[in-house]
């Protein structure tokens, strides 16, 4: 369960913006007609952002899980303008009444939003007050990192529970794909703050097909805090980065799950194309962003005339699958 530690933070954090407690303090997308009120960035305590336009057509339900100061509710509310088109869930009473303020301040500066766009709700992450299958968008930035192993299996779980088949789970957390030093993993404070509750990415992507989710893109990964001996009880240099995650609840495939992780395979045989039987054409000399899995099976084929890339980390869509 949530520590007491984790609430004393963001009750803090709630009363007190701190701009530091996380990296990001901008709006990572500039919309047209949207102002987003200088408090509500200053309490914009994530690591990345969830909101993205290509998920969010025909006006989805959504879930967004640990409101902060209301940022991201408020964008999802931009593509949502519907009375309880985006829910909001807290437990932390000071950081929920924060951003109800912050939204009825947003409300006057935006003539298109109505604070009724969004439902602010009472909920723990570990035992969502919602139905079963029932919402199409379920995010959270900066949350579950804080979760330990059981309890972010858990968190997972019940996201998984409640999205729709093929609705879609957005998450921004840090990873850290150096071992995390036991002092530090389990100083409670730390891990409130996003610093020391990282875990590998591929121990992330793991828990999220092990749940039943056939597709799994990383769309962006990048630095994000440095644990240093300097500042830190580390015998070692700890880099930790911060990633999006877009986990799809499709039907997962009898070969397993299709993982984007920004490959690329391009052909440049001498025929117009390359078909390699299993539904994957590449164009003469085209990109082609391909899975993990795919790339592999590419990679079997000890041809010439493919190129296949190293992971980059960063998927916008259009892949082989």
């Known amino acids: 369960m949530y520590h007491s530690t984790t609430h004393d933070v963001y009750r803090e954090a709630a009363l007190n913006p701190d701009k530091g407690l996380c ?34 057509t025909g006006s989805p339900s959504i879930l967004y899980v640990g409101v902060g100061g209301g940022m991201e509710v408020l964008q999802f509310a931009y593509f949502s303008r519907r009375a309880g088109a985006v829910i909001g869930l807290d437990v932390v009473d000071e950081m929920m009444s924060a951003c109800r303020r912050n939204l009825n301040e947003a409300e006057a500066l935006n003539p298109w939003f109505k604070s009724d766009f969004v439902d602010l709700r009472k ?12 919402i199409d968008i379920a995010a959270q930035n900066c949350l579950f990192n804080i979760f330990h192993d059981d309890d972010l299996r858990t968190a997972l779980s019940e996201m998984y529970r409640v999205l729709k088949p093929r609705g879609r789970l957005i998450l921004s957390d840090p990873v850290c794909d150096l071992k995390m030093p036991e002092n530090l993993k389990n100083d409670e404070r ?41 500042h830190f009880a580390t015998d070692y240099l700890i880099p930790v980065e911060s990633v999006e995650i877009c986990a799809i609840k499709d039907p997962m495939p009898p070969d397993g799950p299709c993982v984007f992780t920004g490959r690329t395979a391009i052909y440049f045989g001498d025929e117009a194309f390359f078909n390699d039987g299993k539904g994957h054409t590449l164009g003469q000399n085209q990109p082609l962003a391909v899975c993990d899995k795919t790339a592999a099976a590419l990679s079997l084929l000890e041809r010439d005339d493919i190129w296949i890339s190293p992971s980059t980390y960063f998927y916008d869509g259009g892949g082989c699958c």
């Open 23 to 56: 990296c990001t303090t901008t709006p990572v997308w500039q919309l047209p007609d949207l102002k987003i009120p200088q408090l509500m960035l200053d309490m914009n305590y994530g690591c990345g952002s969830t909101v993205n336009p290509r998920d969010l």
């Open 123 to 134: 909920g723990d992450a570990l035992k969502l007050p919602i139905a079963n299958e029932t």
């Open 190 to 230: 730390l891990r409130a703050m996003c610093l020391t509750g990282a875990i590998p990415l591929a121990d992330y992507i793991g828990r999220l097909t092990n749940l039943g989710f056939g597709t799994i893109e990383v769309r962006a990964k990048r630095p994000y805090r440095l644990l240093s001996p300097r």
